[in-house]
């Protein structure tokens, strides 16, 4: 886009509108892994991800590990699994997605 058709789409708002109603639809939603210790001692966050139309994605916290899912409910499986550690999915924006 030249600078001109910028120009001429921002004074346009309805179409400006719009443009933000669709994005906003169709924003990723964020999500984390959090481990829970013991007996709701403490907890971390593991990892953070999206949760696209067509699959998820997440990376640890420490940058180090990326993973590709299908949806969020599969990063779970990636979280460390030890007797004292319960890991669960929280969802960062307000509404859960269908």
């Keep these: 886009m030249d600078e001109n058709t910028s120009e001429a789409v921002a004074d346009q708002p309805d179409f400006t509108k719009d443009v ?7 924003a ?20 953070w991800g999206i949760a696209l139309e067509v699959g998820s994605y997440m990376t640890t916290v420490d940058g180090k590990r990326q993973y590709s ?30």
Excluded: C, N
Aim: proline share 9%; glycine share 4%.
């Design 28 to 47: 990723p939603r964020r999500f984390a892994v959090v481990l829970v210790h013991g007996d709701q001692v403490d907890a971390e966050i593991f990892a």
């Design 69 to 98: 899912m299908t949806s969020a409910d599969g990063a779970l499986k990636y979280a460390p699994r030890r007797p004292d550690l319960t890991p669960q999915l929280v969802w960062a924006d307000a509404e859960t997605p269908e």
């Design 20 to 26: 933000k109603e669709m994005v906003a639809d169709h």
